[in-house]
């Protein structure tokens, strides 16, 4: 237990992950959390998993890296506490469906730990955010329904505590219906905008960034195969049975004996077809080391985070915040047709996109104010109106600010060729999601 707790803190505060509300370290709810399930068992996986429920979602750390840390037991536990749906899922509702239907599968263990989690984050979303609170609060209660199994005395808690919330915001949960929040989508402009954007978001997939897989038959001599994928600079390989990979070898496992003896089994969520979308890609990458591709029905491609380096990737990314960009601007136009969006901008900012637009002009590009104007600038003009905010899916104007900051920075790192993967990988999880959120939004 004292083990998870440093490495959840330390994971946690590599990024410098604070909680959304009071920039409290991140550790603060892990903390609680622990402490919830501590107080109902003596279980040390289970007060374990607790502290490292988030890492795997948050962190750059991997259920890999928690087996080597931990044990399979804790692994499990976190696997079964970490969210299964993919960006292009669908909106917010569809996938805490699904979510939702994974808990469902869970051990009761996992569940008794949820539990724990939903008690700390309810109480404090209720007291921080009460435009959000009303959704969450009809999420939990949906989760409640799924969460039985889990300890009686912390299902009585998390009930209490959405009774309590759902009064002090006036409301009945149940009548809310779930909707998407958090999200960064905006409402289309226009048919081609739409268009665009799908045929965008599909024409970047996973086999476009995958290596081939290398694979040994289930009786290679493992020591060999070892020496092979050393001299090749290769951590894993595919495992075949009859001609068919039906799972992957890790190097610096293989000794004596058949490569069969040391084949692991592929996650259920770790395999994607070639055509899948660079999100799914970086979500499921988020989770483990990496993922593999399906091409005619087998397991022939690899990619690891090395890959989303990648001109290929790079370029995806790029374009998917340009779109958005594009996006942005038209909803600025459709709300202040008259122009008078500039009421709502410094001096300085707009002097500064005068400056630009005569230099744009002078060149012979034809362009107006707007088109001159930072990101930031636009989405500020956006979020400073509390209908709009909830309109494009906001329910604070301090977490649009945060997304606006991150993209931002990963446009900014993209344009200059910096490592977009060492240090931003949690970065670069979050923007895939709600970027890919927002292409869903725009195409459906």
């Known amino acids: 237990m004292e083990r998870a707790r440093e490495f959840a803190v330390r994971a946690h505060k590599r990024i410098d992950h604070r909680r959304k509300y009071n920039k409290q370290p991140y550790d603060v709810h892990l903390r609680a959390v622990a402490e919830h399930v501590a107080s109902v068992t003596d279980d040390a996986e289970m007060v374990a998993a607790a502290w490292l429920h988030d890492t795997v979602e948050d962190t750059p750390a991997t259920f890999r890296d928690i087996e ?27 996938r805490k469906a699904i979510d939702r239907a994974h808990l469902a599968q869970a051990s ?48 009585r808690r998390a009930r209490k505590e959405v009774t309590k919330c759902a009064k ?12 998407g929040v958090e ?39 493992a020591a060999e195969a070892r020496v092979a994928l050393e001299d090749a600079g290769l951590v894993r390989a595919g495992v075949r049975s009859d001609g068919t990979v039906i799972g992957f070898l890790l190097t610096e496992e293989l000794d004596a004996g058949r490569c069969g ?20 890609v970086v979500h499921i990458l988020t989770k483990h080391h990496s993922c593999y591709v399906s091409f005619l029905g087998g397991v022939d491609g690899i990619i690891t985070r090395a890959d989303v380096q990648k001109p290929v990737a790079r370029m995806w990314l790029f374009g998917m915040i340009t ?40 060149r012979g590009q034809s362009c107006d104010l707007l ?24 329910y604070s104007r301090s977490a649009a600010k945060q997304v606006i900051k991150e993209l931002e920075s990963l446009r900014n790192n993209l344009a200059h060729g910096q490592d977009i993967v060492t240090h931003d990988w949690p970065q670069i999880a979050r923007m895939t999601r709600r970027l890919e959120s927002s292409i869903v939004s725009l195409t459906r």
């Not at 089994?265 to 994607?272: H, R, S, T, V």
């Not at 600038?377 to 109106?385: P, V």
């Open 108 to 155: 009761a263990r996992a569940k008794t730990v949820k539990l724990a989690d939903l008690i700390d984050n309810c109480s404090d979303i209720c007291r921080h955010d009460r435009r959000f609170a009303k959704v969450y609060v009809v999420e939990v209660r949906a989760l409640l329904d799924v969460l039985e199994e889990g300890d009686p005395e912390l299902l």
């Open 261 to 280: 003896h040391y084949a692991r089994e592929f996650a259920p969520d770790q395999i994607l077809p070639a055509d899948a979308s660079l999100s799914d």
């Open 68 to 94: 080597e840390a931990f044990g399979m037991g804790v692994a499990n536990l976190v696997s079964e506490l970490t969210d299964v749906s993919k960006p292009g899922d669908g909106n917010r509702a569809v």
């Open 371 to 394: 088109d001159c104007l930072q990101l930031g600038d636009k989405a500020q003009l956006l979020i400073r109106d509390d209908a709009l905010l909830a309109e494009i899916g906001f």
């Open 183 to 221: 999200e960064l989508s905006l409402p289309p402009s226009g048919f081609s905008q739409q268009r665009v954007m799908r045929l965008f978001s599909e024409a970047f997939t996973a086999k476009d960034i995958a290596e081939p897989l290398r694979s040994f038959d289930v009786a290679a001599d």
């Open 168 to 179: 002090h915001l006036g409301f009945e949960a149940d009548a809310v219906p779930l909707g």
């Open 323 to 362: 779109m958005l960009e594009l996006s942005v601007t038209e909803r600025i136009r459709g709300t202040w047709p008259d122009g008078s969006w500039h009421e709502g901008m410094s001096r300085g900012r707009l002097e500064k996109a005068e400056a630009l637009m005569e230099e744009r002009r002078r």
